[in-house]
């Protein structure tokens, strides 16, 4: 990394330091998470694009690291909690956090690329499964499904609303469909810090009656499974498979509150994202 470019604090003084409270924006601070957000959905695309039979998830990792460098930005995971990549790469029946490698991705396997960057003093955190070459319609189903129950969340966003809505929209949806949906991780708030409060459910979990507040930046980012939603962390502390080894799929954005919905902030600058974008 080159000096120049600004850390976050828990890279720089080795702990989080940063409120870990509720993220509410004002004018200026959204122009900053904006700006992070869009290098976040350049950098996915970027990335998204590399995928390919015989490309390793390491050589992916390289690919976003020359791509948030190239616009001055810093990989929020490189140095997070011990984590030594530039993105999460999980590929198959990994549900998230897994660490790129030198295993070269094979025609049929899913990857989803999770991104993070930090820029402007903001974290805009985004992701997307993308297919290896042709997939069967199985894996297809299960990808549109993700990405169709993520853009689903965020339409259900409303200020003054429980932050229940969100898991309302996604698991009912995902079931319909035949997919289980992961439970214990779900999205976070963020901004000036990269893992904050609310805590955002995609399962239905009635007690949950906090409300969305106009400002409010968090991410949407539930995981589908094709089996049953249960899983277990590898040895290396960080990756989470499926117990079942079935397949998982995630896509995952950043969102603010308006006063009538949420916009999708981890979008290009031509307003696109290979996580998808609202109908508007
Ligand atoms: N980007 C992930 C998220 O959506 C977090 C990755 S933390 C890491 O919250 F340490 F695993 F990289
Ligand atoms: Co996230
Ligand atoms: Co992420």
Redesign the pocket.
């Known amino acids: 990394m080159p000096e120049t470019i600004p850390r976050p604090d828990y890279v720089s003084r080795g702990r989080v330091g940063t409120p870990t409270g509720r993220q509410i924006q004002d004018q200026q601070s959204l122009e900053r998470l904006r700006t992070a957000c869009t290098v976040a959905a350049e950098v996915l695309s970027v990335t998204g694009e590399a995928v390919e039979p015989g490309v390793t998830t390491a050589e992916l990792d390289a690919v976003a690291h020359a791509a948030y460098v190239e616009r001055g930005a810093y990989p929020?995971?490189l140095g997070?909690?011990g984590?030594t990549?530039s993105i999460?790469t999980s590929v198959n029946g990994v549900i998230?956090?897994g660490i790129p490698d030198s295993r070269p991705l094979e025609e049929g396997d899913i990857v989803n690329i999770?991104v993070?960057a930090f820029v402007e003093g903001m974290h805009g955190?985004t992701?997307a499964t993308f297919a290896v070459g042709r997939v069967n319609d199985a894996t297809r189903a299960l990808i549109e499904t993700t990405r169709e129950a993520t853009l689903r969340g965020i339409a259900a966003v409303r200020p003054g609303e429980p932050l229940r809505r969100i898991g309302e929209a996604i698991e009912p949806f995902a079931a319909s469909r035949g997919f289980g949906v992961i439970r214990e991780y779900g999205g976070?708030g963020i901004g000036a810090t990269?893992?904050a409060d609310p805590h955002i459910n995609h399962t239905v979990v009635p007690s949950d009656t906090a409300r969305f507040e106009v400002g409010m930046s968090f991410?949407v980012?539930p995981m589908l499974t094709a089996g049953r939603p249960v899983y277990h962390q590898a040895d290396d502390g960080?990756t989470e498979h499926t117990d079942d080894s079935m397949i998982s799929a995630q896509f995952?954005h950043t969102v603010v509150v308006t006063s009538d919905g949420a916009e999708i902030l981890t979008v290009t600058r031509e307003g696109l994202s290979p996580a998808g974008i609202l109908p508007r």
């Open positions: 929020s995971t997070y909690k984590f990549k999460c998230c956090h999770d993070t955190d992701s976070h990269f893992h991410t980012e960080w995952e």
